[in-house]
């Protein structure tokens, strides 16, 4: 039975009329400019986010994660990612103002963020594995396109061809998994095969295991979990500077959406050895992606091997979520946090690009007084990202690291999470630092003063609000984070 | 009018105007300055007169026993007040800090004409003033403390104020050195070394008011007095004596006494009025008004079975042997105003001593009694001394007695003024105050029938032999004998040798004259305050006086004239007199002998001249401690350890997140079919660790 008042429901109407309406307007208008499909495109994601916002304080949505015979669920769980989704969405609306001026085929640039937009939020809601397959593809085919947008350069090309090679080996894997769930439970209603998986015949067991590895391949493909990461340095380099943003903190955080609604269910049900495992990938991400982003020249590589770093933080919370009451909702945090650190960061190298034509890390040197707007909100988002109090990135580690310790209490491996964290923390400081310096202590050629792209200002103005208010006041978004936690004691199959 | 609303009693104005006008006056002389060149002076004079009347008004107070205590809210989410309590010792101190900062400060007028920063001099002048009466009007310790903060600011702003750091304004005599360490100190140097060595006493002082807080809950003298259930739980965990001792400390640290009195020696590259207002006649005695606060209030503790009897031994000690220890160094010195400074420091051991012995004796009003007013007579006579001193470093052009000498004809009213203020500071029997208070401090201590008594009667009669040698010493080096080369040069170089200016003397001289005229009248001045004093304590403390055995034993002298004073302290104080007097006679002013000659002339007085001369090695040793000797060890750690042995300790995970890095970075070839290999080879590395 379609609830037309549920919250996916009608975010989906509303951004979906909006991504199909505006290539029509532009197929209707003659002028070429841009400006109109953007603001229509950000009017469409402040009114979602407002919309969101209305449903929770109306106590419209159900808090936690639902498991419902639906194949949406309107839970503080989606409603959540929906929220950290949706402001991605705006920051790289906003961001890609100054990108494409002078750029062909506005209209369709703008529907696809929209369309992709649509795609990540529906992940999180979805209590269907194939309902969660058609998101999926919602939000990947579009980022495909926009990878590639800058169609005569030949590194966007590559980054588009590769992303499109391995997202469609990791699509394949999913259905795989999907196929051996439905073979095995009859169903792909996420409950109906986590409690069919519960109750398993022995001689079946391996072909679960197989499902559930096919579910680690296919989402870990897009959170850039080691070893299935090789795409994305690439991929973020080539890209356009605001599509990297959706990428790195859009598409990715989806990905742990999938993760948590799948995986963790999938594995608790099976009573697996899995978190072990999960622990083991986190911290070769998390170490992979700091020590490989040491030697990088190119700033957007660099934030993308950071951005895989940062996988691995959030995948301590997961691997622990069982054990400890704060994994999930530390991870939760880290995921909205990560999304508007990571945005803001890509947006202020977007901005850069735009005016300046760097990338090369080496020729940032005294960008703070030619850029100094831009320079600070990337600064910034840097200290937040390596998570230096009393930034919103300190605030989530702490519960991160914290979980991890608290966990201690019930498998003996868990401190040493929290102890390769702060180790990685310190290691990252080592790039994020040196970023630093090149910008504030160092001379560049020039002094003098560019002009800043007013959207990029407006973006890097909310971002650095957003990131010392949270992390100054972080109690309500730590509250939010909480509530939003899936009770992984209340699914009926865990005894 | 009703002036309700405020919280305070409007009758407690002028109580609150004694501290707060000096601050106002800060505040408005930036702006006179803009006005006139002289408008900062003005001001100041201004504003300290008006501040002094105001303290006047309370003296009724204090001859009536009556007191005023006003509070106004300050921080009321933790219940703290603040407030002003004019008790008689307050009053009393707020006369002396009053009235003789406005004879300095108009001393100031004549004696800073010309300096080009004469706004940033009286705004400091201005803020001393204020805070000292904050500290002596404050009714709780952390007021108190804002204030004691704030004069110790205003001295290092003020010792340092010739920043340019020129040759005339050192101290000590250029090129030498004392144990390989210079003994000759610029401005700049002397204002650090005196912040921070006071520092060290305001530490043990923040940290006993805070241990007291703990316990009381509350910093206001008048609950700590009232309800002492405090010192019973402090005693019971052993703290009460470390807590009174640690207060202590911050007096030590402000008034110079041992082993914290090496800074007020090197304070002298101050301006000479900063040294008489702040060096010599107030800031320096704030140690002595913080025991005399708290002396009575731990005496009284007896009555709750508390034995405080260490502490005031501490006192007494560390009073006798700053006394001895600074009057030594006193009498072999050549600069002026460093010898009046080790006399400053000595004659304030001279009242801790007295405060101590009050705290052992039966009799406590006596001791309490003699060393408050040697307070009050030294601050006359000393700031007199000082501005005079002042005059002749303003006319002579140097800091060195050596290069004075025969100037009693140049300069014949300052002659006259320095041997009255000397004669007070020499305690010359009967026309002097400091006579009468030296004495009452003998007598103090010879009765206090403490076990201690006699060796401190001894180290106090032989500093008194020292303190009138050296006075004897100064005025004949200055005054008598032929002219130096120095001023001999002068003279030919056509310069005139003349007399200060009137604003400049007449401070000086009325300072001179109520030294000599209150001596006169000596004993009924002590009396007096005696009986202030008898009624304070006994009103507020609850520590009752008999007629002692004082009274009993000198009624027959000189048919009643001398009654309560004792009659063995008074032939010991003549001879000490007599003997120092004479000697000093001898080498100075008569010239009999060459006191060079007798140096020289033996081995023994050769190397106790030295000793002296080198300050007992004491300044040398503790900045070899804690200056020199700390700064070889760690440029040893940097050059040894850091260097060597740390540097290569860094490379170690600096080489491996290097090699870490490359590896890593080898493994992004860039070729897509070898990144397909990695995911297919991943997935298996997940079924492998779930089937594990």
Excluded: C
Excluded at chain 2, 126 to 148: E, P, T
Excluded at chain 2, 408 to 418: D, H, N, S, V
Excluded at chain 2, 535 to 541: I, M, N, R
């Amino acid at each position: 039975m379609l609830d037309f008042t549920s919250t996916p429901i009608i975010l989906t109407l509303m951004l979906g009329a909006v991504g199909v309406i505006i290539p029509v307007i532009s197929a209707a208008r003659k002028e070429k400019g841009g400006k109109l499909y953007g603001g229509i495109a950000f009017g469409a994601l402040v009114a979602a986010i407002a919309f969101v916002g209305y449903q929770i304080m109306t106590k419209n949505v159900a808090s936690g994660a639902l498991f419902s015979k639906d194949v949406l669920s309107n839970d503080m769980f989606g409603s959540f990612f929906a929220i950290a989704m949706l402001i991605v969405g705006i920051m790289t609306t906003v961001g890609s103002f100054n990108y494409m001026r002078g750029r062909g085929n506005p209209a369709v640039y703008y529907s696809l963020i929209v369309l992709s937009t649509i795609g990540m939020v529906l992940v999180a809601y979805s209590t269907d594995l194939v309902m969660l397959f058609v998101a999926w593809e919602l939000m990947s085919i579009p980022t495909y396109v926009l990878a590639g947008y800058d169609k005569k350069n030949p590194s966007s090309n590559e980054a588009a061809i590769k992303y499109f090679l391995f997202g469609a080996l990791s699509s394949g894997i999913i259905i795989w998994g999907i196929s051996i769930a439905y073979g095995l439970t009859g169903s792909t209603n996420i409950e109906q095969v986590i409690s069919g998986f519960s109750h398993l015949s022995p001689g079946m067991l391996p072909l679960a295991i197989l499902a559930v590895a096919m579910f680690i391949a296919g989402f870990g493909f897009k959170i850039g979990l080691v070893p299935f990461h090789m795409w994305l340095p690439d991929t973020y380099e080539g890209a356009p500077p605001p599509i990297s943003a959706l990428l790195a903190a859009g598409t990715k955080k989806a990905g742990f959406a999938a993760a948590l609604r799948v995986i963790v269910m999938g594995a608790i049900a099976l009573d697996l050895n899995w978190s072990f495992a999960l622990a083991i990938i986190a911290i070769i991400t998390m170490t992979f992606g700091n020590l490989a982003a040491i030697r990088q020249k190119n700033i957007s590589r660099m934030l993308a091997y950071s951005s895989i770093g940062h996988a691995g933080y959030i995948l301590i919370g997961l691997s622990i979520a069982p054990f400890s009451a704060l994994g999930a909702a530390a991870a939760l945090f880290h995921v909205l946090n990560h999304a508007v650190m990571k945005a803001a960061a890509f947006i202020a190298v977007a901005g850069i690009v735009a005016t300046l034509s760097i990338t090369n890390i080496d020729k940032l040197a005294g960008l703070a007084k030619r850029m100094p707007i831009t320079s600070l909100g990337l600064v910034v988002s840097l200290l937040a990202l390596a998570g230096v109090p009393p930034l919103n990135g300190f605030w989530s580690k702490l519960m991160l690291f914290g979980a991890a310790i608290d966990a201690g209490h019930v498998v003996s491996w868990a401190p040493y999470l929290a102890v390769a964290g702060v180790l990685n923390s310190a290691l990252s400081l080592a790039y994020y630092g040196w970023l630093i310096r090149k910008m504030y202590f160092e001379e560049g050629e020039s002094e003098k003063r560019v002009k800043e792209p007013r959207s990029i200002i407006a973006v890097m103005i909310f971002s650095i609000i957003f990131m010392v208010g949270v992390g100054v006041y972080p109690d309500p978004f730590i509250q939010f984070a909480k509530s939003a936690v899936p009770v992984l004691t209340s699914i009926p199959v865990i005894h | 009018m009703d002036f309700s609303f405020l919280g305070f009693n409007i009758g407690s104005l002028n109580v609150w105007a004694v501290w707060i006008l000096p601050f106002v006056g800060a505040l408005v002389i930036p702006a006179a300055a803009r006005v006139s060149k002289a408008g900062p002076g003005y001001v100041a004079v201004a504003f300290a007169l008006v501040s002094a009347i105001s303290a006047a008004t309370l003296l009724p107070l204090a001859l009536n026993n009556h007191e005023i205590h006003s509070q106004i809210p300050w921080i009321p989410s933790v219940g703290l007040k603040a407030g002003v309590l004019a008790d008689p010792l307050a009053v009393l101190m707020a006369n002396i800090v009053g009235w003789i900062s406005f004879l300095i400060f108009v001393y100031s007028l004549g004696y800073m004409k010309g300096d080009r920063d004469l706004m940033r001099f009286f705004f400091w002048m201005a803020f001393f003033v204020g805070s000292m009466q904050l500290i002596v009007l404050s009714d709780n310790f952390l007021q108190l403390f804002f204030g004691w903060e704030g004069v110790g600011l205003a001295s290092y702003a003020l010792i340092g104020f010739w920043y340019r750091d020129k040759k005339k304004d050192h101290v000590g005599t250029e090129g030498r050195t004392v144990l390989g360490l210079l003994d000759y100190y610029s401005p700049t140097q002397s204002g650090m070394k005196s912040f921070i060595m006071t520092k060290v006493g305001d530490i043990m002082m923040l940290s006993g008011m805070f241990l007291i807080f703990a316990f009381a809950g509350t910093f206001g003298f008048k609950e700590l007095a009232s309800n002492t259930s405090w010192a019973t739980a402090m005693s019971a965990h052993n703290l009460l004596i470390p807590a009174a001792i640690l207060l202590f400390g911050g007096a030590v640290g402000k008034s110079a006494q041992f082993p914290l009195n090496e800074w007020l020696l090197e304070a002298m590259t101050g301006p000479t009025s900063v040294s008489a207002l702040i060096h010599a006649a107030t800031m320096v005695k704030a140690g002595v008004f913080l025991v005399a606060r708290l002396g009575p209030l731990f005496f009284a503790l007896a009555a709750a079975g508390l034995d405080m009897n260490q502490f005031f031994e501490v006192v007494a000690w560390v009073g006798a042997i700053t006394a001895f220890l600074l009057a030594t160094q006193g009498m072999v010195h050549t600069e002026i105003k460093k010898v009046l400074a080790y006399s400053t420091g000595s004659q304030i051991g001279y009242m801790m001593l007295a405060l101590g012995v009050a705290g052992l004796s039966r009799q406590f009003v006596d001791g309490y009694t003699a060393g408050f007013f040697h307070l009050i007579s030294h601050a006359m006579f000393k700031a007199s001394l000082f501005m005079a001193a002042g005059s002749l470093l303003h006319v002579v052009g140097s800091r060195f007695m050596t290069d004075m000498g025969g100037l009693r004809r140049l300069m014949p009213k300052t002659y006259i003024f320095m041997w009255a203020a000397g004669l007070g500071l020499m305690g010359a029997p009967f026309i002097s105050t400091g006579f009468w208070s030296k004495d009452a401090i003998f007598g103090a201590v010879y009765q206090s029938g403490s076990s201690w008594a006699l060796p401190l009667f001894i180290i106090a009669a032989i500093t008194a032999v020292m303190t009138t040698f050296y006075t004897t010493r100064l005025i004949g080096m200055v005054f008598f004998g032929n002219k130096s080369k120095h001023i001999e040069h002068l003279e030919k170089e056509g310069y005139h040798v003349h007399e200060a200016s009137p604003v400049m003397w007449i401070p000086y001289g009325i300072l001179a004259a109520l030294t000599i005229g209150v001596g006169i009248l000596g004993l009924a001045f002590e009396h007096q305050i005696h009986d202030i004093f008898t009624a304070y304590l006994a009103s507020d403390f609850g520590i009752k006086s008999s007629v002692g055995a004082v009274a009993t034993q000198s009624q027959n002298l000189l048919g009643g004239f001398l009654e309560g004073v004792n009659p063995l302290a008074l032939s010991i104080s003549l001879s000490a007199f007599a003997v120092g007097f004479v000697l000093g006679y001898i080498f100075y002013i008569g010239r009999f002998a060459d006191p060079a000659k007798v140096v020289n002339s033996n081995i023994f007085f050769y190397a106790i001249h030295k000793f002296f001369l080198n300050r007992w090695y004491l300044d040398a040793l503790i900045n070899w401690t804690f200056v020199v000797g700390p700064l070889y060890v760690a440029r040893g750690i940097y050059r040894y350890f850091e260097d060597k042995v740390m540097e290569g300790f860094n490379l170690v995970p600096e080489k491996t997140m290097a090699g870490g890095a490359r590896i890593m970075q080898a493994t992004q070839t860039g070729i897509s079919q070898s990144y397909l290999y990695i995911f297919g080879a991943g997935i298996l590395i997940v079924l492998l660790l779930l089937f594990i």
